[in-house]
Nanobody
Framework: QLRLVESGGGLVQPGGSLRLSCEAS???????IGWFRRAPGKEREGVSC????????TYASSVKGRFTISRDNAKNTVVLQMNNLKAEDTAIYYC???????????????????WGQGTQVTVSS
């Protein structure tokens, strides 16, 4: 059964950077992968998404220009590079695998094949 493990979260000052990784226990070659976040008191939102071949990248307007998504299918890993972090980026970040045939953005997915356990990102001075 496919498992996803996120890492790289932590506490960072405003303007700082973090690199989140989502490592899968099996191949992700044929699946779109999305990053989502849930901030306290808010609904889950899609942050970024990348297609199975690394194309079709999408970003939420709130992170565009600051976050970059990439994938290394040889390592079964998807990375979210987060720069110029703001307090409003504070949330638990989750990666998710789309069902077969789904494409980005993740916000339109009606289901998710697998969720990771999440990693906490806190941006505070």
């Amino acid at each position: 059964q496919l498992r996803l493990v996120e890492s790289g979260g932590g506490l960072v000052q405003p303007g700082g950077s973090l690199r989140l990784s989502c490592e899968a226990s099996d191949s992700l070659d044929y699946y779109a992968i999305g990053w989502f976040r849930r901030a306290p008191g808010k609904e889950r939102e899609g942050v970024s998404c990348i297609g199975s071949r690394g194309s079709g990248k999408t970003y939420a307007s709130s992170v565009k220009g600051r976050f970059t998504i990439s994938r290394d299918n040889a390592k079964n890993t998807v990375v979210l590079q987060m720069n110029n972090l703001k307090a409003e980026d504070t949330a638990i970040y989750y990666c998710a695998v789309a069902p077969p045939g789904y494409s980005c953005p993740g916000d339109v997915w009606t289901e998710v094949a697998r969720w990771g356990q999440g990693t906490q990102v806190t941006v505070s001075s």
